[in-house]
């Protein structure tokens, strides 16, 4: 009872599987939810061309991709961005022309940000029933889902707060590095009592 007062560590809650998929990237290559294993994932969703809203989107893209490089410790996990354009059918030269007006490297290896596209069923599966987010550019409006390696969706942000989106989610991404810098031997105990006592941030 006392852990669960106190709350000594935070965790990010487990929240359930993320989606499986196969889209197209920037670089007309297959990739797939397997080729995320093993890294931890900020996907952002967004159409591809929605002015000032998705500028939101790609900025705060950005500066968490900064955070992470500067300041933010996650262990010797591998980190990614993966942007999920909501229009279907979009060709990996329009991927790849919105790639580069957001800033991300023309090399996704570079900095690790994937732009994919796919059919409007596969972007209804993914996002819709997937991500449980609106996948219609119509309805849409700025979203964020952080995925663990083990494929298991940690966070989600569907809606604005106070807090500024980037802020919340390298909020976030330190305490999911803390734990998986720290989660070994009998700290393991302690961390899996964190998440029994739900102390989320």
Not at 3 to 18: E, G, M, S
Not at 60 to 71: G, L, N, Q
Not at 79 to 107: I, N
Request: charged share 25%; proline share 6%; hydrophobic share 40%.
């Amino acid at each position: 009872m006392a852990f669960a007062i106190v709350q000594p560590i935070k965790v990010l809650p487990r929240l359930r599987p993320a989606p499986g998929y196969a889209l197209i990237d920037q670089h007309g290559e297959r990739f797939t939810s397997e080729d995320a294993r093993g890294v931890i994932t900020l996907y952002g969703f967004m159409p591809l061309d929605c002015g000032a809203e998705c500028d939101q989107v790609t900025d705060t893209m950005v500066r968490v991709r900064d955070s992470i490089a500067e300041r933010i410790d996650l262990g010797d996990v591998e980190f990614r961005l993966v942007t999920v354009v909501l229009d279907p059918d979009v060709t990996p030269d329009e991927l790849t022309d919105a790639a580069a007006r957001a800033g991300a490297s023309s090399d996704p290896a570079d900095d690790g940000w994937v732009w994919l596209s796919g059919s409007a069923s596969q972007i209804e599966n993914v996002v819709g029933l997937g991500f449980r987010r609106s996948p219609d550019p119509a309805t849409w409006s700025p979203s964020y889902a952080i995925v663990d390696g083990w494929g298991t969706i940690r966070g989600e942000y569907r809606y604005a707060t106070r807090m500024d989106n980037a802020e919340k989610l390298e909020r976030h991404l330190d305490v999911l590095g803390g734990e998986l810098r720290n989660r070994s031997g009998f700290a393991t105990f302690a961390y899996d009592a964190a998440h029994a006592f739900q102390c989320y941030p």
